[in-house]
């Protein structure tokens, strides 16, 4: 499949050295890499909206979030987005679970993940993994442990009517995060098992849930919250105490990524920057802009160096999904364009995961 899409596409006229049989990447590390941008994700929304949000104009987060046009709980943005990376079918399962839910839907739903929850209890410095074999499919899973790293977990935790258990601690682990997906097998020199996930897949991974928490962001909060003249979105949102753009709580995530040195990487970019700074920044990303606004429907690839390390990078379209898109972009003052149209693509993500070696 890789081979179709890397003929298929110009490659890139650079000096960068593009390999004929891309190498996969090991099931721990894409776990690693995607369950660093699912947190880098929630500790946006939790500092930048939860934390912040109560601080300067009180507006609270809670479980009944519609009702009390609040913000949703941490847990719950995360489920919102673990829906819909499910229902875009790319492969990848994720979600939250404890041994002592508060929902009974979080609860471990086979004695495998109950050990899991079990293991990163005791040891939750690692994540504790397994694979599993299905009719046609292997299978690789890994819990990381779920901490109870601020005061207010273990108060809503330990009182809450529907929580089982009532001595959390800070520090504690309250659950874990679960991540799930299919795996391949390849026969090394000496007949040993070789699992690996194509790079193309990891990147699908990370840009659904990209996409997802940008979507339910968008959705459930900004909309949501503007909807009920709560409170609105706004580009100087840290000093106007507002809620940041959809575009802005992305962009906050990875410089976060960048500055964690995950060794996941991505920026939204567009020919057509509002912020200079979201311009293509080589020819790799100009041509996968100009690419993926030709043909949408698969990302631009390339596989590169950076000194000894090799990285796999592809361009996503980014859609103008939303009236709202094309009425902001049109008319911002700083953008070099004006007539964008529904379904136009605006720009793209540009996703860079490290290879393994040879
Ligand atoms: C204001 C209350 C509140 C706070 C604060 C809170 N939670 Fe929760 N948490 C909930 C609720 C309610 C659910 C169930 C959400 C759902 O419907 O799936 C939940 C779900 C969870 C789950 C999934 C298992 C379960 O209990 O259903 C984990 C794990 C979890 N929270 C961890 C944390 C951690 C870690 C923190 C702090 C960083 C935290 N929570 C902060 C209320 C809270
Ligand atoms: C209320 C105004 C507003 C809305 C709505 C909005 N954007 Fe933006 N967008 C911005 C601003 C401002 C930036 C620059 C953010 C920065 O880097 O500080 C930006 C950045 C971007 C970028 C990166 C390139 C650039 O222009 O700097 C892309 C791509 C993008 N937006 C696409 C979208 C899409 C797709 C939607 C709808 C799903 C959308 N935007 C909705 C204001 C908006």
């Known amino acids: 499949m890789l081979l179709g899409v890397l003929t298929a596409l110009p490659l890139p006229n650079s000096s960068a050295v593009v390999l004929k049989t891309p190498l996969g990447i090991s099931p721990e590390k894409a776990a690693y890499f995607i369950h660093g941008v699912i947190e880098a994700d929630r500790t946006i929304y939790s500092q930048y909206l939860v934390d912040r949000l109560k601080e300067t104009v009180n507006l609270d987060s809670t479980e009944n979030w519609q009702k009390d046009k609040t913000l949703p709980l941490p847990a719950q943005f995360l489920l919102m987005a673990s829906e819909r990376v499910r229902s875009k079918n790319v492969g990848l399962d994720f979600r939250l679970m404890s041994l002592w839910p508060i929902n009974p839907k979080n609860k471990p739903r086979n004695h495998q993940e109950k050990k899991g929850l079990e293991e990163v ?199 103008a999904v939303s009236p709202s898109c094309v009425e902001c972009h049109n008319a911002h003052p700083h953008s070099p364009k004006h007539d964008f149209k529904l379904y136009d693509v605006m720009g793209g993500v540009v996703l860079s995961v490290p290879l393994d070696h040879d």
């Open 121 to 319: 209890f005791k040891n939750p410095d690692e994540p504790y993994t397994w694979l599993q074999q299905t009719d046609n499919k292997l299978i690789f899973n890994a819990v990381y442990p779920d901490k109870a790293v601020a005061k207010r977990c273990v108060s809503c935790h330990n009182s809450h009517p529907k929580s089982s258990k009532r001595d959390f601690k800070l520090n504690d682990v309250v659950g874990g995060i679960l991540l799930a997906f299919p795996i391949d097998q390849t026969l090394g020199e000496n007949n040993e098992k070789i699992y690996h996930v194509p790079p193309e897949v990891v990147t699908d991974y990370i840009h659904a849930i990209l996409e997802a928490d940008r979507t339910v962001y968008a959705r459930h909060v900004v909309n949501h919250l503007q909807k009920e003249n709560v409170i609105y979105a706004s580009e100087n949102w840290w000093e106007e105490n507002t809620l940041l753009l959809p575009a802005q709580f992305m962009l906050n995530a990875s410089d976060l990524i960048r500055n964690l040195r995950l060794g996941v990487d991505y920026r939204l970019i567009s020919l057509w920057p509002i912020n200079p700074q979201n311009g293509a920044a080589n020819r790799f990303e100009r041509a996968g802009l100009e690419s993926v606004a030709s043909y949408p429907l698969r990302p631009y690839i390339r596989t590169t160096h950076v000194g000894d390390q090799k990285y796999f990078q592809a361009v996503y379209p980014d859609l």
